[in-house]
């Protein structure tokens, strides 16, 4: 079955900053990498997504890259705010034929 | 309009009890999944409801965990004999097609075992 891995575990910066949150899985037939934010006693929520027939969309200041060859995609957040703090998760699926494997999260700490 | 309803929000229970944990998903969804999350850790899969094919159940942990969905809507987890290692929050999510896609969550039941 699918193995997402994601790091870092814990992410600290200051506020203006960038962020980025990197992630590999294992099944190369996965096409659907999905990205959810979660704040503390919420639900995860999506925030942006990515099907393996691009390699990079943004959303103002949100942005994700795949690297098919590599198996790996990451999320990058740029001019970071303090309400960017939260637990991030990475995702991956055959879309249609399976459900999502999660990685372990990544908590992000926007300092002012 | 209404999102991803679960209940209760929190659930104490003694050792040994069952219990049943309930999601409402939102209306016109045909997948339904049910997740396990435990303190620091990622989002473990339990079971998935897909319109009336039969579920993957392939995460459950033990036989002591199952699973309905009824009329196609609401689906109720239930926990038989609990034990302190199933505290957990218990996330439900829905999507509107199958095989996973968008998912959007509920807020999760916290479920505490003593």
């Known amino acids: 079955g699918e193995n997402v891995e994601q790091h870092p575990s814990t992410l600290s910066v200051q506020e203006g900053d960038s962020a980025v949150i990197k992630c590999t899985y294992s099944?190369?037939?996965?096409?659907?990498f999905p990205w959810y934010k979660q704040e503390l006693g919420k639900g995860p929520q999506l925030i942006i997504d990515?099907?393996?027939?691009?390699g990079e969309k943004k959303d103002q200041r949100i942005a994700v890259t795949l690297n098919k060859t590599a198996k790996h995609f990451s999320l990058h957040i740029t001019e970071t705010q303090p309400e960017d703090s939260a637990v991030y998760f990475c995702?991956?699926?055959?879309?249609?034929?399976?459900?999502?494997?999660f990685g372990k999260g990544t908590m992000l700490l926007v300092s002012p | 309009g209404a999102g991803v309803s679960q209940s209760p929000s929190n659930k104490v229970t003694e050792k040994g009890k069952d219990v049943e944990l309930r999601c409402d998903p939102i209306s016109g969804h045909t997948a339904l999944y049910w997740y396990r999350q435990s303190l620091g850790q990622g989002l473990e899969f339990l079971i998935y409801f897909q319109g009336n094919s039969a579920p993957d159940k392939s995460g459950l942990p033990s036989d002591r965990f199952s699973a309905e969905r009824t009329g196609g809507s609401v689906s109720t987890l239930t926990i038989q004999r609990t034990q302190q290692e199933d505290s957990a929050v218990y996330l439900c999510?829905?999507?509107?097609?199958?095989?996973?896609?968008?998912?959007?969550f509920g807020p999760g039941t916290r479920l505490t075992v003593t």
């Open positions: 999510a829905s999507s509107r097609l199958a095989g996973a896609g968008e998912q959007y």
């Open positions: 099944d190369s037939a996965s096409n659907y």
């Open positions: 990515i099907r393996s027939n691009v």
């Open positions: 995702a991956a699926s055959i879309l249609g034929y399976s459900t999502l494997t």
